[in-house]
């Protein structure tokens, strides 16, 4: 009785969870104001493509799409390049200053990131960076949380290992990649998901940086694009749909790897 009454309290959280989701496809396949009616339909009368069409002929939500696509895959690339060997370089090299640094890293995660906008912004503007996706890309290349969730799986590796392969003659390049990078395949992947996610949602960030409309990201286009559409709901959904569903794909494409890198992260940790 106790393993039913579980199982159906979590179906019933996961159907709560996954409503909206559904009704956001069910209504991008309205007609124009059909789901402005009351009380709201759950299903399409007549389901058809328009708002699609619209979103993608009129609008160019493909271009904006692979602004995002584009963004998105750059920021998740330069984070592992800066994050996984400082995450090593924090657990398993030796240099003076190394475990204050990291302390006064962890202890800038309570900061919140919209502070840093501005500053950031004025450094931008005098390096001539406004405006552009390398100044978009700017606030991913070196995230602490993600060199913290590196260094700390960095720390299960054993340190005989590491001193075998000097031994062997091995530089620290060379055991970076053919040692520690197999052995932190499973975190790399979560942090990849983790940035790539992030900077595929990001809002504030390319819409303070990034002016020329050609360059939007596909939320800050979509929300441009609401202002001129606050009542066309189908339209709004079927661009909400384009936005969620590659990353969803995505997630349970990888999920696998995510949970083995959060659970071994947790144990090993």
């Not at 069409?53 to 584009?70: C, D, E, I, K, V």
Request: proline share 6%; aromatic share 10%.
């Amino acid at each position: 009785m106790r393993r039913w009454t579980v199982t159906l309290l979590a179906a019933f959280v996961a159907l709560v969870t996954i409503a909206p989701l559904l009704w956001m496809v069910s209504v991008s396949f309205m007609a124009p104001g059909e789901a402005a009616r009351f009380p709201p339909p759950l299903l399409p009368e007549n389901a058809t493509l328009e708002n699609y069409r619209q979103l993608f002929g009129t609008y160019g939500a493909l271009r904006f799409l692979a602004n995002s696509l584009l963004v998105s895959t750059l920021a998740t690339t330069l984070a592992l390049l800066f994050t996984v060997p400082a995450g090593y370089a924090f657990a398993k090299l030796r240099f003076r200053g190394r475990d204050a640094t990291f302390r006064l890293l962890v202890a800038a995660l309570v900061v919140p990131a919209q502070i840093g906008m501005l500053p950031l912004f004025l450094e931008l503007k005098a390096m001539g960076l406004v405006n552009s996706y390398a100044g978009a890309l700017v606030p991913w290349l070196a995230g602490i949380f993600g060199i913290f969730l590196v260094r700390q799986y960095c720390l299960s590796i054993p340190d005989e290992m590491l001193e075998a392969a000097r031994i062997d003659g091995a530089g620290e390049g060379a055991i970076l990649r053919r040692i520690v990078l197999p052995v932190l395949t499973p975190i790399i992947v979560t942090l990849a998901l983790f940035v790539f996610l992030s900077s595929w949602n990001d809002f504030m960030w390319p819409l303070i940086i990034l002016a020329d409309q050609r360059l939007y990201t596909l939320p800050v286009a979509l929300a441009a694009l609401s202002r001129e559409h606050v009542q066309d709901n189908e339209l709004m959904m079927a661009g909400a749909v384009v936005t969620t569903l590659p990353v969803l794909i995505l997630f349970l494409a990888l999920q696998r790897f995510y949970l083995n890198g959060l659970l071994a992260g947790s144990v090993k940790g």
